[in-house]
């Protein structure tokens, strides 16, 4: 029997690499304890049984060999909304809350939209949408049918009922004149020799969903071709990219026939984000 504040301080400890060790102490043992991270601080002092500290001690051990919390407890929140995720989505980033927040900007409260989501992987951004914009329809696509089975768990347990999932390669799954008023995508974007993706979480991330050839393009460039055929006059297309492919986005953007391309920022001033809409 070991006390709550006494197991955290050792967990603490053994996570070294991390950049949030606390945090990640809190969120396993709290995830083995079956209660909140407030229990934790109410009850510091109160002990914990022989088998739950066993589990717990488990979970300390895989996230200091580099496993991501996400994936140990399987889930993380975005948008406020509980998700679950796997080794077969993206763990949703807060950065990506910036293409929530950019899609909601742009769809009036009202609007009875058809927006597709490409590369939904959890869900996380289509299900952000739907639950905002329940007038709005949402076809959440994605490659990966285990990633599809995720996405589609989500959506049941959060009760949403104004998505379609589709198994779909980018647009591929598309009727040839399905359009809609609104495409966004957060596609794998990065450098396949980036060193980064040897280093923290990502290591143990879907590389399809994170990878894009040699400079990080390759899927952004085939879904500003192929969303041009299927949005609506005047349509949105909004990509999450790179710190540094802004400028790129917007000429490849223009280059494609889009127009009034612009890019914006996350919460850590980085270029996060272009859009752009059909003329
Ligand atoms: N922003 C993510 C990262 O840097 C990458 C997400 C993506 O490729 N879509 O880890």
Redesign the pocket.
Known sequence: MTRIDTLLEEAIRQFTDSGSPRLDAEVLLSHALHKSRSYLRAYAEAEVDAETEQAFNLLVARRAAGEPVAHLTGEREFWSLPLQVSADT?IP?P??ELLVEQALAHIPADANWQIADLGTGSGAIALAIASERPRCRIVACDLSTAALAVAQANAHKLGLNNIEFRHSDWCSAFDEGEKFEMIVS?????RAADP?LEQGD?RF?SRL????GEDGLDAIRLILDQAKHHLVSGGWLLI?H?YDQGQHLRELFTTAGYAEAKTLQDSGQNDRLSLARLP
């Open positions: 993206l980033r950065d990506t957060n596609p794998p974007y990065i980064h990502v991330e969903a994170l990878v894009a999450e790179g």
